[in-house]
């Protein structure tokens, strides 16, 4: 997406592009300068001297408009209103009554650039001073009510635009803080949890290992009783740290249809998925087994399918074999490889087969009617061990 997230910068130039569109659109109202420019009877050098200053307005405007919020210091932000003041009360007292419009700018630039502490005050200064210009210029009274609600409405909107911008800023840094926060602590419970695996353990091998090692020569067999019971104690941690670190990497539904509607959006296919599954009851295997089977579905899906619809079902089933919940994942694409020959546990759709099969659940896949079908069905009532291989 290339569209400017509010309260970010622009990434690249396209942002930029897209953000001086949207700035330079209200531009628009110049209009009345500009045609006094063209048909209003001045001489060639005042044209030129308009065109001028009406360039350095909108330069001016610009620049600070686009750089509001960057942090630069009040004192500075001032000035520059002070200059697009300065700019609109010449323009508009030597060229006439069409120029006036320049201090609803001055008034927006105001709300836009200037905290609110400092815009509540500048905004009906801007404003006074419209007014006492309208007051001396020919007929500037004719424009004054059209301009002086525009300039009020305008300015005090911008300054709530411009605190929503603060806000939205302040909450996406506060969010990445968090995840921050959340990546430390979970890598502080994970360092917890293998030092209490491995502490023991490593200890345990350690003392063996010297007691082997002094063993050695004279008692050969009590050594080798040593040495089996080094073999026996590192398995056992082995095993304890694959069960930990797969915990930490074992997936959840919600995120897993989370991350395929932005998956499914991303690659221009219509997602069609359900709210907020029920998960009560169902044991963490076959919740976890069908993230995996939603995962693997989505991405073929994205990679192979050449789809344009995609339909993810979660539903749950009564048996004869028990209570199911059953996910079913359906494209209108064409085909493609799906879950490639030779894949290893965990690839494809063989390595689902497997993760099913070691929950107490199957899987289904093949070609449907006009497209491509996996349905995978894991059971909600917690089954024994030694289901999986009936499954």
């Given at each position: 997406m290339n569209s400017v997230g509010m309260g970010q910068r622009p990434q690249n130039r396209r942002q930029q592009v897209v953000k001086f569109l949207w700035v330079g659109i209200w531009l628009a109202y110049l209009s009345a300068p500009v045609r006094d420019l063209l048909r209003g009877g001045h001489s060639d050098g005042v044209v030129v001297l308009g065109w001028i200053g009406l360039a350095a307005f909108v330069f001016w405007y610009f620049t600070l408009v686009v750089r509001a919020g960057r942090g630069e210091r009040n004192g500075v932000v001032l000035g520059s209103v002070a200059v697009l003041a300065a700019q609109s009360t010449v323009l508009s007292l030597t060229l006439g009554r069409e120029w006036l419009v320049l201090y609803v700018y001055v008034a927006i630039a105001s709300g836009a650039a200037l905290p609110f502490r400092l815009a509540r005050w500048m905004i009906p200064a801007v404003s006074a001073l419209l007014t006492g210009a309208a007051l001396l210029v020919p007929g500037g009274t004719a424009f004054l009510t059209g301009l002086l609600f525009p300039a009020l409405l305008g300015g005090f909107s911008m300054t709530g635009v411009r605190e929503l911008i603060r806000t939205t800023t302040e909450l996406r840094e506060a969010r990445a803080t968090v995840a921050r926060l959340a990546a430390n602590e979970e890598r502080l419970r994970l360092a917890r949890d293998l030092h209490d695996l491995l502490g023991h353990s490593l200890s345990l091998i350690t003392l063996k290992s010297e007691l082997a090692g002094r063993m050695l020569p004279g008692h050969p067999e009590k050594a080798a009783q040593q040495v089996a019971d080094i073999e026996q104690v590192s398995r056992?941690?082995?095993?304890?740290?694959?069960?930990?670190?797969?915990?930490?990497?074992?997936?959840?539904?919600?995120?897993?249809?989370?991350?395929?509607?932005?998956?499914?959006?991303?690659?221009?296919?219509?997602?069609?998925?359900?709210?907020?599954?029920?998960?009560?009851?169902?044991?963490?295997?076959?919740?976890?087994a069908l993230a995996w089977a939603l995962r693997e579905a989505v991405t073929n899906v994205v990679r192979?399918?050449?789809?344009?619809?995609?339909?993810?079902?979660?539903?749950?089933?009564?048996?004869?074999?028990?209570?199911?919940?059953?996910?079913?994942?359906e494209d209108d694409g064409s085909g493609g490889p799906r879950g490639g020959p030779g894949g290893g546990p965990g690839n494809g759709l063989t390595g689902l087969t497997e993760r099913l099969t070691q929950a107490g659940g199957t899987l289904e896949a093949g070609r449907a009617r006009n497209g491509f079908l996996l349905i995978a069905r894991a059971p909600v009532a917690a089954v024994p061990a030694d289901v999986g291989s009936g499954a």
């Amino acid at each position: 997406m290339n569209s400017v997230g509010m309260g970010q910068r622009p990434q690249n130039r396209r942002q930029q592009v897209v953000k001086f569109l949207w700035v330079g659109i209200w531009l628009a109202y110049l209009s009345a300068p500009v045609r006094d420019l063209l048909r209003g009877g001045h001489s060639d050098g005042v044209v030129v001297l308009g065109w001028i200053g009406l360039a350095a307005f909108v330069f001016w405007y610009f620049t600070l408009v686009v750089r509001a919020g960057r942090g630069e210091r009040n004192g500075v932000v001032l000035g520059s209103v002070a200059v697009l003041a300065a700019q609109s009360t010449v323009l508009s007292l030597t060229l006439g009554r069409e120029w006036l419009v320049l201090y609803v700018y001055v008034a927006i630039a105001s709300g836009a650039a200037l905290p609110f502490r400092l815009a509540r005050w500048m905004i009906p200064a801007v404003s006074a001073l419209l007014t006492g210009a309208a007051l001396l210029v020919p007929g500037g009274t004719a424009f004054l009510t059209g301009l002086l609600f525009p300039a009020l409405l305008g300015g005090f909107s911008m300054t709530g635009v411009r605190e929503l911008i603060r806000t939205t800023t302040e909450l996406r840094e506060a969010r990445a803080t968090v995840a921050r926060l959340a990546a430390n602590e979970e890598r502080l419970r994970l360092a917890r949890d293998l030092h209490d695996l491995l502490g023991h353990s490593l200890s345990l091998i350690t003392l063996k290992s010297e007691l082997a090692g002094r063993m050695l020569p004279g008692h050969p067999e009590k050594a080798a009783q040593q040495v089996a019971d080094i073999e026996q104690v590192s398995r056992q941690a082995l095993v304890d740290v694959r069960a930990a670190v797969a915990g930490y990497r074992r997936p959840r539904l919600l995120e897993e249809l989370a991350g395929a509607r932005v998956a499914l959006t991303a690659a221009g296919i219509t997602a069609e998925l359900p709210a907020e599954p029920d998960l009560d009851g169902v044991p963490e295997d076959s919740e976890t087994a069908l993230a995996w089977a939603l995962r693997e579905a989505v991405t073929n899906v994205v990679r192979h399918s050449g789809a344009r619809r995609c339909t993810v079902e979660l539903l749950r089933r009564r048996t004869l074999d028990g209570l199911l919940l059953e996910l079913a994942v359906e494209d209108d694409g064409s085909g493609g490889p799906r879950g490639g020959p030779g894949g290893g546990p965990g690839n494809g759709l063989t390595g689902l087969t497997e993760r099913l099969t070691q929950a107490g659940g199957t899987l289904e896949a093949g070609r449907a009617r006009n497209g491509f079908l996996l349905i995978a069905r894991a059971p909600v009532a917690a089954v024994p061990a030694d289901v999986g291989s009936g499954a």
